[in-house]
Structures are given as C-alpha cells and as structure tokens.
C-alpha cells in the first residue's frame, strides 16, 4: 500500500470549506459570482467585484499548466522527490490558476500548457485538488 | 517647490557590520553589539545620541538597548510595506518627521533556514504577515520553500521570453567574482559556467547555486536628520523609497510572473525626478537568482522580459560596467545578511570607501532593494 505523506491543511471555515472538501463527491467546487458572471479564487463568499453574494458551483476541474516546477530536494523527508508542483489555470476563466501538484505522470513529461485534469487525495475531512493529465484532451 | 516627502534628505550617517560567517557559534546579541557599536562610532556619535532604535528579526530592541546602554525615546520595524526595509523607512520617517534625532537600525540574523515559516528561538511562530496568508494554501501542495515558488515564476519567464539558465548564470558568476574581493564573503572561490550549470538541483529550473548561503552576522546602520550631514564625514543621502505589500499573493498575479518588486519600483520612481540612467550601481535582493531579474526588469534597467540578455556574458554587471551589481558579492555568495548588506554596501560604494572593489567613477547614485513576491522595498541613495 502506498503511504500518503501528510499535509498541511488550511484553516477551514466558511469562505473556503467546499473548495476543501467538494472532492468528496468528486467535483472540483469554487465560489461563482452570478452578477459579474466569474468565478473567485481564493474562495470568497463575496464577490471582490461587485461585493455582492457568491454561491459555490462545480466547475469542470479542466485546465492547463500555467507553470510548474519539478522539486528535488527533500524539505519535507516523508514526501519522496523529485515530485512536480504547478500553478494550474482552469479552463472556465483567464487567470483563475492556484498552486497545486501534477500526479500520476513522469516528471520530466510535464510542460507549460499541457491539459490536465482534477484528482482529489483525501487527507481526512479534506480532499486535495491535485491534477494528473488530462487523457480527453 | 516644498518637498512633502518626509523621508527624502534623511542620511544614513553611519554603517557597521559583526563578524559574519557560517555557523559561528556567536549568539545574536554578540553580533548586534558588534554591528552597532561599529555604526554609532562610524557616524561619529556615542551612545547617548541614539534616540530611536528599529529592527526587525532576531535581537529583540530591548535586549539591545540594554546591552548599548540605550535608552530610545523611539521604537520602531516590524514586516510593513516595505518589506524587509520597512525598519530602515521607519527610522527615515522618524529622523525626517523630528521624531528622533538619530537611530540605530539593525538586522541580525542567525543561520536562518529556508522554511517559510519560522520559529523562534522560545518555539512560538514567527506572525506571518498578512500579504503571505496564501502561504498555508502553498503549503499543502508540498511547495514549502521560497525556491519552489520562484521556480515557477522562472520557469513561466523562460517560456515567455526564451530565457536560458546560461544567461541566469551570469548573475552567480559575477556575484563569486565580486565576493573573491570582499574579506567578509562566506564564499570567494571562483565559479564557472560549469559550476553553475552542473549545481545539484533544487526546485527546477533553480539549482544549488541559484539560492542564496545561509550565514550569522549583523549589520547596523545610524540614520540622521538632514541637518547633521554638516557634521558628518560620508553622509548618504536618501532620495527615493517604494515598497509593495501583498497584491496577488505568489500566484494571483494578473502580470505573473512579475511581483511585488513592480510595484515598490513604481512608487520608488514616482517620488523622485532621478531615471533609471541616473543609476551608478545597484544592489539588489538575491536570496534567489530570480528575485534579482525581476528587479533588474522591474526598475526599468530593461525591458520585461529582457533580464536574461541584460545579463548574458556577465560585462555589463561587472564592477566596471555600465551597471555594477550586487559588488559585494551578493547573497548569493557573501551571505544571506536578508537584505540588509545591500544597503551597507550601497552606502560604502557612495562614501568610496569599497577598497578592491570599489566602482570606478565615484558614483553618486545607488538603488538598493529587498524582497520579491508579495513583498517588496527598495531606495535610491545619493553621495
């Protein structure tokens, strides 16, 4: 069996939970604000626009790798290296991008624009959104 | 025309420096007593004309002042919006208000590690301040050190601007070449291309000699009111300050992979009449190698997306070229002094005083920066 290394978790609370924890039913979740017609990150549950209310929505959790790099050296001992940490940007809106990993692939195989799509590892109440390739791309 | 800036004309009347080197075993407060005797004796004061203190990082002010026997009637530094600097601008703004007469501003530091968030000696957390609340977030996708979050920024301006690791080497090549001139450099051996190419990876595209070296040491400087520069040997005069705190976080930028650095260099030109050309030298944050391109573009030395030409061959950042950088040896090879030996070498090249690497001319002009990311102050200086 594979061993997870642990993660940091965010404080949860009201602004950001679903983003933390819309992995539990497998859909990738970010605060939508219906009157400016875009999506928020960091989650907000108001808008930073229009300062009216946002609801969370699903969103396709597709995108592309807007950069990335590979990490060689072992700042945390329980997470084998090299791993890939990217900056994501998601298909629905220019600019809405937040850090995140690239799983599921060689390290050398991943490159700036490359289509990637959503994968959750859960950490208890949390699941992480995480992005492996995405193969209907 | 009044001049509103309450900062410009505040002179740093004196400089001094502790003993600095890798894991010396000397307690922080040993090495702020050194820095700062050697500043207040530099500005041709003694104790008792220090009226205001200010610092930011290890060696609490009241530790100081009692190992100084001072007794401050100001105090002032914590992470403001001048990043790393904000304790300088503070004594700036404290001289230029008539706040204080003078003040002793320190910077200690005792081999910090690059984790992002720090703890105490007494095992508390450093605050983290609030233009670096993202960091949690980072933090969860094993992203935990500055140089993975540079390395995507540097990873994004190579494909934007076809920016080469070779080009990015000049800037670790002259900073070796600049410290083999400075007695208190932690590293002085030259480097070649080689070298820096073949550095063991660390968060790809930044390699072991893209990060900076870790040491202990202080350093102080003693900033005046503009009307002691009469009495003074080498007074260095401030023209110009900018800092940035917190607009995008590491990755919202809408301009990424552009930072805070951007923003501090725009405000820093808006408050004085001096341009880029004006420059002499510059000495300019590298706790990574990207934090220094970033403001090589960001003060307008050239053009976004133009650093790594800028830098290619390693001529026009040498001691003697058109815009000497970094002439101590940068952090990258004297040490990690976190942004304050800049500033100490910044005022040594104006007063002329930089001995074997002293640049050619007697400047006049010098920008010193700090920071990069969300958080970010730089200065001009004048002779």
Known sequence: MTVVAARIIPPLDDDNREFWTGGATGQLRLPFCATCSRWIFPPLLRCPDCSGPAVYAPVSGKGRVF??????????????????????????????????????????????????????????????????????? | ???????????????????????????????????????????????????????????????????????????????????????????????????????????????MGGEAIQERSDGTQMEVPPAMRDITRILTMHAYSAPNWLAMHLRRHMHLYGTTREQIGWLAINSRRNAALNPSAAYRDPITMEDYLSARMISEPLGLLDCDVPVDGSIAVVVSRPEHAGACEHPVRVDAVGGSDGAGGWDQRPDYPKM?????????????????????????????????????????????????????????????????????GGQLSAGRMHGYWVLHEACLQLRGEAGERQVPGMPEVAVVSNGGGPIAGCMLLTR
Not at chain 1, 90 to 111: H, K, M, N, W, Y
Not at chain 2, 24 to 46: F, N, R
Not at chain 2, 279 to 291: H, I, N, R, W
């Open chain 1, 67 to 137: 950069t990335y790099t590979v990490n060689h050296h072992p700042f945390n001992p329980e997470v084998p290296v090299p791993y890939v940490i990217a900056i994501v940007e998601l298909a629905e809106q220019e600019g809405l991008r937040f850090t995140t990993d690239i799983v599921s692939c060689p390290v050398d195989s991943v490159t700036i624009d490359m289509p990637v799509r959503v994968v959750f590892e859960q950490q208890a109440d949390v699941f992480v959104p995480l992005f492996e390739p995405d193969p209907e791309a």
């Open chain 2, 1 to 111: 025309m009044t001049d509103e800036r309450v900062e410009r004309g505040a002179i740093v009347s004196g400089i001094g420096m502790s003993r600095i080197g890798r894991k010396t075993g000397i307690s922080d407060v040993e090495l702020t007593v050194e820095s700062a005797k050697a500043a207040i004796a530099d500005a041709g004061l003694s104790a008792s004309d220090i009226d205001g203190i200010a610092t930011i990082g290890d060696t609490p002010i009241a530790v100081a002042a009692e190992q100084l026997g001072l007794s401050p009637d100001w105090t002032g530094g914590s992470m403001g919006h001048y990043g790393l600097l904000t304790p300088v601008v503070d004594a700036f703004q404290a001289v230029g208000s008539r706040t204080a007469r003078h003040v002793l501003v320190y910077r200690t530091v005792n081999m």
């Open chain 2, 260 to 328: 805070a650095s951007a923003d501090a260099a725009r405000e820093m030109w808006h408050a004085t009449d001096l341009r880029p050309t004006d420059v002499d030298l510059a000495e300019l944050y590298d706790g990574f190698t990207y934090l220094t391109m970033a403001w090589l573009e960001a003060l307008g030395f050239c053009a976004d997306g133009e650093s790594g030409p800028f830098l290619e061959g390693g001529s026009r950042i040498a001691l003697d070229g058109e815009l000497p950088l970094n002439t101590y």
